[in-house]
């Protein structure tokens, strides 16, 4: 049974704080953005986890093996480089989403993320070790199907992005859905699924439905494991026996 320890990341007072004292640039906006997240992803990533930058101003982590302690640091970390602060929330569930949506309940209750006197707000709970399991995480690593052959070289770039965007909403959508799981894309024709402990007819009913809804072809392969960075390799594996074999589901246990 999987059990996911989630971390809500969000910057605090973000909104106003883009307009004041007046608009800022949009490309130092995005500069700032884009260097929080890479700096975040090493900091969780240097402790076996893993950031979805999500909408940048809010990020999604998966942080099994990371205490509250762990987590003020790199909170502090943050307030020391950066002009914002950031507002962290954990919670551990068997599903993702109900650990996600804990997590966000329990930053709503500490005030808006517009609310000028919340500042560094860290609440939640971490898994302790004595209850770390070799199945606590499940992911997913889904790839398109010969993307390069049927976009890259053939079509136009913005037309390339939106087929692989198409595809990655409906996943998106329908593994939320029907499977309780959150995805994330992470860069070319690739997604990342954190998931609830469900097995390969899902994923193939997953891989069945995306073709059939966006005409999207995929692949995937799953691992599971204590942290989230050990069942994405073991996911990586997977996924490279389904580019061997020529399958669309293979797992790596």
């Known amino acids: 049974m999987t059990n996911t320890q989630v971390t809500l990341i969000q910057i605090d007072n973000y909104g106003p704080w883009t307009v004041t004292p007046e608009p800022r640039r949009e490309v130092d906006l995005q500069t700032l953005q884009s260097r929080l997240y890479a700096d975040l992803s090493q900091l969780f990533g240097n402790r076996e986890g893993y950031v979805f930058f999500s909408r940048f101003d809010n990020m999604i982590a998966v942080t099994n093996g990371l205490d509250m302690d762990a987590h003020a640091l790199i909170q502090e970390s943050v307030g020391n480089r950066y002009p914002v602060t950031v507002s962290l929330s954990v919670a551990v569930d068997p599903n993702p989403v109900d650990a996600l949506g804990l997590a966000t309940s329990r930053l709503q209750d500490a005030g808006s993320a ?140």
């Open 114 to 253: 517009q609310d000028r006197t919340r500042r560094e707000i860290l609440r939640g709970e971490s898994l302790t070790e004595s209850m770390r399991t070799e199945d606590d995480v499940q992911i997913a690593h889904f790839d398109v199907n010969d993307a390069t052959d049927r976009y890259t070289d053939k079509l136009n770039e913005f037309d390339t992005f939106i087929h692989i965007e198409q595809g990655y909403a409906e996943l998106m959508r329908y593994m939320r859905m029907a499977h309780d799981s959150l995805s994330f894309f992470v860069g070319g024709d690739n997604v990342i699924s954190v998931c609830s402990s469900i097995g390969r007819s899902e994923y193939a009913d997953a891989v069945e439905h995306v073709q059939d809804a966006v005409g999207v072809d995929l692949k995937v392969g799953v691992g599971r494991n204590r942290s989230v960075q050990a069942a994405g390799m073991m996911a990586k594996h997977a996924l490279e026996q389904c580019r061997e074999d020529e399958t669309a589901v293979e797992l790596g246990w």
